[in-house]
């Protein structure tokens, strides 16, 4: 069974700080992994999509890494700021019924 | 280029009630997913269509139903409503269903069952 797994589920920063969110899957037999976030009420916006021949993918102050071997991937966010705060999900798209399943979340504050 | 739109944002619905949820990708995309978000359960998959053909589905009863229509559009059923049915319902649509596509998420329903 795929599991996916997001520690921690709460985080508190001060601003300009760079910080690393956790995910870890149990099946290492992936298409691809993907960071999303999502503010309160609201939909999930789509961050990095990491194809599973990839090792890391880069936008702007976000660098997302991903390591199948191990079943792991880290989102870096550089030079924190409070508009970074958000519930930050990762999800994996597993090879052997093609679903997509979401980790629970890291509840991302960042303290002005 | 507009976003994926749900309609309605809020329903309220009472134990016993169906429900219908629609969808609307973005032009040119041609498959839909749809996602139940509970506080416990988190983001769980209910199902996927692509050119009207449901091509996966999630472990959820049958009262949990949907389609997909010529223009892309999707609607999703629930029948003999549940409380444990109450959560947040998104839409995903991607271009196609490859696994190089970015799924981009409409706003939600937020239904509460009473």
């Known amino acids: 069974k795929q599991e996916v797994t997001q520690i921690p589920a709460a985080l508190s920063v001060p601003e300009g700080e760079n910080l690393v969110l956790n995910c870890s899957f149990t099946?290492?037999?992936?298409?691809?992994l993907q960071w999303f976030r999502q503010d309160p009420g609201k939909g999930l916006t789509s961050l990095l999509l990491i194809q599973s021949s990839q090792r890391e993918q880069t936008s702007g102050r976000l660098n997302a890494s991903l390591d199948k071997s191990s079943g792991r991937s880290t989102l870096y966010i550089a030079a924190s700021q409070p508009g970074d705060s958000a519930t930050y999900l990762c999800?994996?798209?597993?090879?052997?019924?093609?679903?997509?399943?979401f980790g629970k979340g890291t509840r991302l504050h960042i303290l002005p | 280029k507009a976003g994926v739109t749900q309609t309605p944002r809020y329903l309220i619905k009472t134990r016993g009630q169906q429900v219908t949820l629609s969808c609307s990708p973005i032009?040119?995309?041609?498959?839909v997913s749809w996602y139940q978000q509970t506080p416990g359960q988190g983001l769980q998959f209910l199902f996927e269509?692509?050119?009207?053909?449901?091509?996966n589905k999630g472990n959820f009863p049958g009262r949990f139903s949907g389609r997909q229509f010529s223009n892309s559009r999707s609607e999703m059923n629930v029948s003999t409503l549940e409380l444990g049915d109450s959560a947040l319902y998104l839409c995903?649509?991607?271009?196609?269903?490859?696994?190089?596509?970015?799924?981009?998420f409409g706003p939600g329903t937020r239904l509460t069952v009473l």
């Open positions: 032009s040119g995309h041609r498959s």
């Open positions: 999800a994996v798209r597993r090879v052997r019924d093609d679903k997509i399943i």
């Open positions: 269509y692509f050119s009207e053909t449901q091509r």
């Open positions: 995903a649509s991607s271009l196609d269903h490859r696994s190089t596509d970015t799924q981009y």
């Open positions: 099946d290492s037999a992936i298409y691809n």
